[in-house]
């Protein structure tokens, strides 16, 4: 059962106005857009990417510049939370959101790319790249009413924007995850042991494992703790996904490297865990 | 109005196939009985039923499994095409098809998480629907796009996550006994959905070719490669290319590899089409002799792929592989290079990079890993009468397939040689595959090359370096934080893998001699094959010009 948001939408029209000095700013080219056009649009050099620019950007279909540029404006989790605090709280609509990626493309501005040569090229702030950052910012998704009237209320101040921004997930569209939510904050509350690292962990342990009670938590944070020991007992035997190595890491072997890192991602997790179910007891 | 076209999911098995037996022996195997099997009629044969690893439930392997956001996801199909297990996929349904489907769920929070899947991208619903809505008559309407995870094929490598990349739309979760049941419910959703209606496959773009059942069969997973495997998706997406172009009719002779020993596990292959393995030595004799024969039988049209690793044809085949360009015979070979015996446990290969660290290639006192500079099988190939040559890597998909399609229209011998990412040998990490591919070819450690005979009536004309950055410098010059010019070069991308670590102090700094004869190696090898290309590069007019 899903709890409708009722509120009026919030006027649009700062986020819009962030929205363009974001956008306006100068934009580092990612590693990915610079991949894209060498790979899709055989740019390989400036001058190729600045012609590129100028003449072949025109002729592309909306959904083929979303392709190219989705990945240079999609806000990352962790910028999310910097960007749109001040607006954690408001409601806005889809239609909103893709009106305001309109308005802003009727205002002709521009976006600058800096390459890796230093070179500084533009390109038409277009609603395709208005949109895709906005949306990426997940404001168009529900908030209900008794949720932002909990955070309000209830949770304090500093961590106000990242749970209102965590709740906006599908999963909090049912009643069911919402109350566990409360009532797991209550409890945080009550022994004064927020942390933003504890929200993400608890949003995503409701997201990923759906616990469909209290008592049902509890189990399935034990065996999500008992997974990742048993993952971190073989972990020097076995090779995982980790970030890059780099050449300061060089010093220790690449196994031990790997290893190490998979037990401190699952320390971390088990720490959450344990934490979550010392509130649960 | 314009409905959506499908393509047919139903598969019909040849005559002689068992289907009862093979069910049976997979099951076997599936539940750790294999051993109690009684022979028969396959294994007296050595031969594995087609497909068969379509059947392996790999689902104890993954300690992760990812993660959607299909709000981020827009489409773009890279990670279906990077996946080197057939365990990530996508589809696209019609809207209301999709209800249809979501009507037969009674549960409506399942209802729901199951609808979160798909999203209304551009690519699949904005750009169809705004010309459905002027022209309804001959336009079909625009399609819901999702992403499904095979939880018994997924090993939990991360590749898709890492080549999603700044999409941001998938991440990988920890898998435990209480989330794995769902993904198993969402595959087989996912399964019961028609396949993406032909309207909507993209033309231009040929990652869309994945979306097609019948490409996506041609390796179905279950693979015994490890995690993130730089060769299987390599293979995936030849073969997909491959059914694009001539539908079944083509087959595989491997040469001894990893690929042969991962792709043939008994009771599990991967594959659709016949294949069959040779040694390490005589794939090219092999796949020579079924191309005499196809040929007899007037099946001029059938395609012969002769695969192996850079051992096999570098190495121990080369005078077979020599003797096979030299026929003229038409015969598609496809080189996984990974620079080093990854199946026999990391020896060292001729195409094994100098300071490289392997097996008879060790660092140690009196030696800095391998002294030898690496052996270029492209350039040696391209000297064979009327040879196509390619050398690629995967993650390029425009590049990569670019150069399958030419090689499959050449009427003649094709070599493709594909860099292929080698975890274990290499000493990265699982999800790296397509990043250290990317940089391997960035820092010049392996170019991307084509030779076209048909491609003009000189060597510059024939040869094309096209996808390299910065074509026409030494190394690929980039700005740091600091604005100051920084070079990525050889020794760039050589810090960042485990085989040339004890060429590097703890701050990445080179500190051998053969690390740095490595990079002027990769240097020559560069400027000869931009001279070969009519490629003038400045910086080395530069230095011939400097008076000494």
Redesign the interface.
């Known amino acids: 059962m899903t709890s409708v948001d009722t509120r009026q939408t919030s006027s649009i029209v700062p986020l819009q106005e962030a929205v363009i000095k974001a956008l306006t700013a100068l934009q580092v080219m990612s590693e990915q857009l610079r991949t894209k056009l060498a790979d899709h649009y055989t740019c390989l050099t400036d001058e190729q990417i600045q012609t590129f620019f100028a003449e072949g950007l025109l002729k592309l279909e909306e959904y083929e510049q979303d392709l190219l540029f989705a990945p240079q404006f999609t806000v990352k989790a962790e910028q999310r939370i910097a960007f749109a605090s001040p607006f954690a709280l408001n409601v806005y609509s889809k239609k909103d959101v893709e009106a305001a990626a309109l308005a802003i493309e009727a205002l002709k501005l521009q976006v600058t790319f800096r390459l890796a040569s230093g070179l500084e090229l533009k390109v038409p702030l277009t609603a395709v790249i208005a949109e895709r950052f906005m949306k990426s910012l997940h404001l168009h998704k529900p908030l209900s009413d008794s949720l932002r009237s909990f955070i309000e209320r209830d949770i304090p101040e500093k961590f106000r924007a990242h749970v209102a921004l965590a709740l906006r997930d599908d999963i909090f569209q049912f009643e069911k995850y919402q109350r566990l939510f409360i009532e797991l904050a209550h409890r945080l509350s009550a022994k004064a042991v927020w942390t933003t690292s504890q929200i993400d962990f608890v949003t995503n342990v409701i997201k990923t494992y759906t616990p469909q009670t209290l008592e049902d938590l509890a189990e399935k944070l034990e065996r999500l703790i008992q997974s990742c020991q048993e993952d971190m007992a073989t972990a020097e035997t076995r090779s995982y996904h980790h970030p890059q190595i780099l050449g300061s890491n060089m010093g220790s072997s690449h196994d031990h490297h790997e290893a190490q890192a998979v037990k401190d991602n699952y320390s971390q997790i088990i720490k959450n865990a344990q934490v979550l179910k010392l509130l649960l007891q | 109005m314009m409905n959506a076209t499908n393509e047919s999911n139903t598969q019909k098995f040849p005559a002689w196939y068992d289907g009862v037996r093979a069910k049976e022996v997979l099951d076997a195997y599936n539940n750790g009985g294999g051993s109690s099997l009684a022979a028969d009629e396959f294994v007296a044969k050595s031969i594995l039923p087609a497909s068969t690893g379509a059947s392996r439930d790999f689902s104890y392997i993954a300690?992760e499994l990812p993660?959607l956001n299909s709000?981020?996801c827009?489409?773009?199909m890279d990670c279906v095409t990077n996946c080197p297990d057939t365990a990530i996929l996508g589809k696209v349904v019609m809207p209301n098809t999709l209800e249809e489907a979501l009507a037969g769920i009674q549960d409506?929070?399942y209802k729901?998480h199951i609808r979160?899947q798909f999203s209304e991208?551009?690519?699949y619903y904005?750009?169809f629907q705004k010309k459905h809505e002027k022209d309804p008559e001959n336009n079909p309407e625009g399609g819901m796009f999702g992403i499904f995870i095979d939880p018994t094929k997924c090993k939990?490598?991360?590749?898709c996550?890492?080549v999603c990349?700044?999409?941001?739309a998938l991440k990988?979760?920890?898998?435990?006994?209480?989330?794995l049941p769902?993904y198993l419910s969402d595959f087989g959703f996912y399964r019961s959905l028609p396949a993406s209606p032909l309207t909507h496959i993209n033309a231009k773009?040929k990652r869309d070719i994945m979306l097609k059942p019948a490409a996506i069969r041609q390796y179905a997973g279950g693979a015994g490669s490890?995690?993130?495997c730089g060769e299987a998706s390599v293979l995936r997406q030849v073969f997909a290319m491959t059914h694009e172009k001539v539908g079944d009719r083509y087959g595989i002779v491997a040469s001894t590899g990893c690929n042969t020993v991962y792709g043939s596990t008994y009771p599990y292959n991967p594959y659709a089409a016949p294949w069959t393995n040779s040694l390490f030595e005589n794939g090219p004799a092999d796949a020579m002799g079924i191309r005499a024969f196809w040929d007899q039988q007037g099946q001029e049209d059938w395609v012969v792929w002769n695969i192996g690793g850079d051992g096999a044809m570098l190495d121990i085949g080369l005078n077979a592989l020599s003797r096979l360009l030299a026929s003229g015979m038409n015969v598609k070979v496809l080189i996984l290079d990974t620079q080093v015996y990854s199946n026999t446990g990391g020896q060292q290969s001729t195409a094994s990079y100098t300071a490289q660290e392997s097996k008879m290639g060790a660092h140690g006192t009196s030696k800095g890993g391998k002294s030898e500079k690496r052996k270029e099988i492209a350039q040696i190939a391209l000297m064979h009468p009327n040879t196509y040559v390619a050398q690629t890597i995967g993650p390029?998909?425009?590049?990569f397939y670019k150069v399958v399609e030419r090689a499959l229209a050449y009427n003649g011998p094709a070599v493709i040689s594909v860099y292929t990412t080698c975890?274990?040998e290499h000493?990265?990490?699982?999800?790296?595959a397509a990043?250290q591919a990317?940089n391997a070819m960035k820092s010049r450690a392996f170019p991307l090359m084509i030779y076209d005979p048909e491609a003009g009536a000189t060597l510059a004309q024939r040869i094309s370096l096209?996808?390299?950055?910065?074509?026409?410098r030494d190394w690929?010059?980039?700005?740091d934080a600091d604005?100051n010019d920084q070079e990525y070069n050889f020794l760039s991308w050589a810090?960042?893998?485990?085989r040339f670590?004890k060429h590097?102090?703890?701050?990445?700094?080179p500190n051998s001699q053969t690390i740095l004869n490595a990079m002027q190696d990769r240097l020559e090898n560069w400027r000869l094959i931009q001279q070969l290309a009519g490629v003038s590069n400045e910086d080395f007019m530069k230095s011939i010009a400097t008076p000494v």
């Open positions: 300690p993660q709000e981020n827009v489409g773009c409506e929070e729901a979160q991208t551009r690519k904005t750009a939990g490598c991360g590749e996550v890492a990349g700044d999409h941001d990988m979760v920890k898998k435990t006994p209480d989330n769902q773009d490890c995690m993130g390029l998909t425009t590049h975890q274990p000493g990265v990490a699982d999800d790296m990043i990317r096209e996808g390299n950055p910065a074509p026409n690929v010059i980039e700005k604005g810090r960042t893998e485990g670590r590097f102090d703890k701050d990445g700094n």
